[in-house]
C-alpha cells in the first residue's frame, strides 16, 4: 500500500529566509509525484509533477526535486504570499503497466511566511 | 467552465438525512474523481470516473456512499443515512484522461459538509 509522508507538520519562516520541504513516499512503482498548493478553504492548486529520480522543476521560488525515495520542495527568498498548505500526492503504476487513476496525498505542510 | 465546479459550496444537513454533492468537470476531461479532506489531514481517494463507468471505487468508505456520472460530463457524490463522521470537505478534480501518468488533476473549491 502507498505510503507518503510530509515533514515538517508546520514551518514558520521569516521574509527571505529558504527552506525545504520534504515527501517521503513507499510505493510499488512511482508513475509519478505532484506537489500542490492550497490556501485556507480552497481546492488544492498543481504546482509540479516529477516522473524519474533527478528531474528538477521550477516555477518562480519554488523548486522540486525528486529522488526515488523522496522529493523536496525548495522554497528560495519565500514571501508572506507564499504562506499555504503544500501537499505532496503520488501515483502508482499498477499491475500491467498501467498507472492507478488515483493519486495518494501525504498530510501536507502548513508553511506560514512572517513578513 | 473555465475550472472543476462543485455545488453547494457548504452544506449543513441533519444526522441521518440523504445529501447530493455535484461536480462539473473541466470541459472535455473524461476522468473524474472524488476525495475527501478531514481538517488538517490530505485529501483521501473515494473514486474515479474514466467516462461513465467507475474505473476504481475502491476509496468509497461503506455502502452509504455512491456516485454516478451518467452522461460522462457531470458526477453526483450521494451520501445516505449521514453520520458525524461524514463531515468534511468533499473535493471533485477532473484530468484530460485516467490513463496517462502525465495527466494533470485539476481540483474544484470543495462541497463542505457539515453533520449535524
Known amino acids: 500500500e502507498d505510503q507518503v509522508t510530509q515533514s515538517p507538520e508546520a514551518l514558520r519562516l521569516q521574509e527571505g529566509e529558504s527552506s525545504s520541504l520534504n515527501c517521503s513516499y513507499t510505493?510499488?512503482?512511482?508513475?509519478?509525484l505532484f506537489w500542490y498548493r492550497q490556501d485556507p478553504g480552497k481546492g488544492p492548486e498543481f504546482l509540479f509533477t516529477?516522473?524519474?529520480a533527478g528531474e528538477e522543476k521550477e516555477k518562480e521560488r519554488l523548486k522540486a526535486t525528486l529522488t526515488k525515495k523522496e522529493s523536496f520542495l525548495h522554497i528560495t527568498a519565500p514571501k508572506p504570499e507564499d504562506s499555504a498548505t503544500y501537499l505532496c500526492?503520488?501515483?502508482?503504476?499498477?499491475?500491467?503497466?498501467?498507472?492507478?487513476?488515483?493519486?495518494?496525498f501525504g498530510q501536507g505542510t502548513i508553511l506560514t511566511v512572517h513578513p | 467552465g473555465a475550472g472543476v465546479s462543485q455545488t453547494p459550496s457548504n452544506k449543513v444537513t441533519e444526522k441521518g438525512k440523504y445529501v447530493e454533492l455535484r461536480c462539473d468537470p473541466i470541459?472535455?476531461?473524461?476522468?473524474l474523481y472524488w476525495y475527501r479532506q478531514s481538517l488538517g489531514q490530505g485529501p483521501e481517494f473515494l473514486i474515479y470516473?474514466?467516462?461513465?463507468?467507475?474505473?476504481?471505487d475502491s476509496g468509497l468508505p461503506n455502502d452509504r456512499f455512491f456516485a454516478v456520472r451518467p452522461e460522462g460530463s457531470v458526477s453526483t457524490l450521494k451520501i445516505q443515512r449521514t453520520e458525524r463522521g461524514d463531515s468534511a470537505v468533499y473535493l471533485c478534480?477532473?484530468?484530460?484522461?485516467?490513463?496517462?501518468?502525465?495527466?494533470?488533476?485539476?481540483f474544484g473549491e470543495g462541497s463542505w459538509l457539515t453533520v449535524v
Open positions: 500526492a503520488v501515483r502508482e503504476v499498477r499491475a500491467g503497466g498501467t498507472s492507478y487513476g488515483k493519486l495518494t
Open positions: 470541459s472535455g476531461h473524461t476522468a
Open positions: 478534480a477532473s484530468s484530460p484522461t485516467g490513463y496517462s501518468s502525465g495527466n494533470t488533476i485539476y
Open positions: 470516473f474514466q467516462g461513465t463507468g467507475a474505473a476504481d
Open positions: 516529477l516522473y524519474s
Open positions: 510505493v510499488s512503482g512511482l508513475r509519478g
